[in-house]
């Protein structure tokens, strides 16, 4: 079993930058996988960044070159920062895990584990 708690979401105005951290605890192989989830009102939930236990990782097309995911293993805690925002960012964003490893880690694989999400407002 995994635990996921998220924190860091607030408001900021277009350009500004925020980061959200994830704080983990469980079992340590259910893990390996973990990525950011972003869901906006009345839309579908989307995948916006995962990495893997060796480092790798994978962006959403939307987010590329402004956000970054990176985690902190010893603590137990995965990081998303994200600059330049724009107000299409606004959503709830989520942390989410899994046991998967390699080219099996990716947004779009399924996640087994979520956090209850934060809530982050850009204003024009």
């Known amino acids: 079993q995994v635990h996921l708690v998220e924190s860091g979401g607030g408001s900021v105005q277009a350009g500004g930058s925020l980061e959200l951290s994830c704080a983990a605890s469980?079992?340590?192989?259910?893990?390996?996988?973990m990525a950011w989830f972003r869901q906006a009102a009345g839309q579908e939930r989307e995948g916006v960044a995962s990495?893997?236990?060796?480092?790798?990782?994978n962006y959403a097309d939307s987010v590329k070159g402004r956000f970054t995911i990176s985690t902190d293993r010893t603590k137990n805690t995965l990081r998303l920062r994200m600059n330049t925002l724009k107000p299409e960012d606004t959503a709830t964003y989520f942390c989410?895990?899994?046991?998967?490893?390699?080219?099996?880690?990716?947004?779009?694989?399924?996640?087994?584990?979520w956090g209850q999400g934060t809530q982050v407002t850009v204003s024009s």
């Open positions: 990495i893997d236990v060796y480092g790798d990782t």
């Open positions: 469980g079992s340590p192989g259910s893990r390996t996988c």
């Open positions: 989410a895990a899994n046991g998967n490893t390699g080219n099996f880690c990716y947004i779009g694989t399924s996640f087994d584990y």
